[in-house]
C-alpha cells in the first residue's frame, strides 16, 4: 500500500473501539496486506486467534509475508465469510466499505459470526474538505465526461447508496445494537497528487479514463505530497442481548 493514504490514525482509532483483549477470536473483514490485522494479532496475543479475509489473492500474499504466522488468512466475500456461526468475540471493518456492493448482506453475516457478547467496529468515509485536491479532481472528472458526485464517500446497501453517516443505521439494520459511534476529522496523507487521484476514483467503478485523470491532477497540483482534511464515520455494535 506504498501509494495508498496513510490511516494510521484512522486504525488507532478503530482498534481502539474494538478493544480486542488477549485471547480473544478477531475477525477483520476486508483485510488487505494487513494494516488493521497486524496490530489486531499483536492485540490478541499468542492465545488468540486472527483471521484476515479478502477476496485479493494479491492483498493475502502480501499480508501473508509480513507476518508469516499468526493470522489465519482467508479469501472469502464479505457477505459470505467460511466462519462458524459465533465464533467471534471482535470484527473489524476498516474504512472500505465503499468498495462493497451491499454492506446491509456484509453486517449481516457479520452478526451471525459474532459471539453472544461480540462486538462489530468499523469505520466509513464521510466527506472530504474543499480545497485545491478536490478541485483538481473534480476538474479532472469533468473534462473526461464524469459526474463529480458519482465519487462521493457512500456506502452501498440492497443498490441504494447510504451516505457514510449512516453507518449506526446500517448495524441497527443488521439486528445489532450500537454501543458507540463517533465523527472524527483526520488528514489523509498520500506520497503524491497521482497517488490521491488513484486512490479518490476507487471510491466509484470509473466511468472515464483513470489514466487521464491521474495525469491531469498530477499536472494541476505538481509532485509534492498531498494531505486531504476528510471525515471518518466510526462505531461499534454487538448482539440484541
Not at 53 to 59: C, F, I, K, R
Not at 190 to 202: I, M, S, T
Request: glycine residues 10%; negative net charge.
Amino acid at each position: 500500500m506504498a501509494d495508498g493514504p496513510s490511516l494510521l490514525p484512522v486504525a488507532a482509532t478503530l482498534l481502539a473501539l474494538a478493544g480486542i483483549r488477549t485471547g480473544e477470536t478477531v475477525v477483520d473483514v476486508g483485510c488487505g496486506s494487513g494494516w488493521l490485522t497486524h496490530p489486531a494479532a499483536a492485540a490478541a496475543g499468542a492465545d488468540g486467534e486472527v483471521y484476515g479475509v479478502d477476496p485479493s489473492l494479491t492483498a493475502l500474499a502480501e499480508g501473508r509475508a509480513r507476518r508469516p504466522s499468526g493470522v489465519r488468512w482467508v479469501c472469502a466475500q464479505a457477505a459470505r465469510l467460511p466462519l462458524a456461526t459465533g465464533i467471534a468475540d471482535k470484527v473489524l471493518n476498516g474504512p472500505a466499505l465503499h468498495l462493497l456492493p451491499d454492506v446491509r448482506a456484509m453486517f449481516a453475516e457479520q452478526a451471525r459470526v459474532l459471539s453472544g457478547w461480540g462486538r462489530v467496529a468499523a469505520s466509513a468515509w464521510g466527506a472530504f474538505a474543499a480545497g485545491p485536491e478536490e478541485a483538481a479532481f473534480a476538474e479532472a472528472l469533468a473534462a473526461y465526461g464524469a459526474d463529480p458526485a458519482t465519487y462521493a464517500a457512500r456506502l452501498v446497501a440492497g443498490g441504494t447508496p447510504r451516505p457514510g453517516a449512516d453507518l449506526p443505521a446500517l448495524l441497527r439494520e443488521a439486528g445489532l445494537r450500537v454501543v458507540h459511534e463517533t465523527t472524527d476529522e483526520v488528514t489523509v496523507r498520500l506520497p503524491d497528487a497521482a497517488a490521491y487521484a488513484a486512490w479518490r476514483l476507487g471510491f466509484a467503478h470509473p466511468t472515464t479514463s483513470a489514466a487521464n485523470v491521474v495525469a491531469f491532477v498530477a499536472a494541476a497540483l505538481g509532485p509534492e505530497p498531498v494531505a486531504v482534511p476528510a471525515v471518518v464515520h466510526s462505531a461499534t455494535a454487538s448482539p440484541q442481548i
